[in-house]
């Protein structure tokens, strides 16, 4: 059960990594450098992986207050 409203970051996040991903995958086909992209890439998900961590923590803190 979700108690907070699902956002765009954490609902959309996976889509946007996963074309980000591809788009990175076909500019290394066509011969272009893409550390920063992959660099980009690698942040997002991180910044994803933390958004959900601490959504955890949120609903994990109101359903301790409401018991």
């Given at each position: ?10 609902l ?12 990175i995958?076909?500019m290394?086909?066509?011969g272009h ?27 994990h ?7």
């Open positions: 059960m979700t108690i907070l409203p699902r956002r765009s970051g954490t959309h996040g996976p889509k946007r990594w996963s074309w980000n991903s591809g788009l995958d076909r290394a086909h066509h450098d893409t550390k920063l992209a992959k660099a980009m890439l690698l942040t997002m998900q991180s910044t994803l992986d933390r958004m959900r961590e601490h959504r955890g923590m949120i609903e803190a109101i359903a301790a207050g409401r018991k």
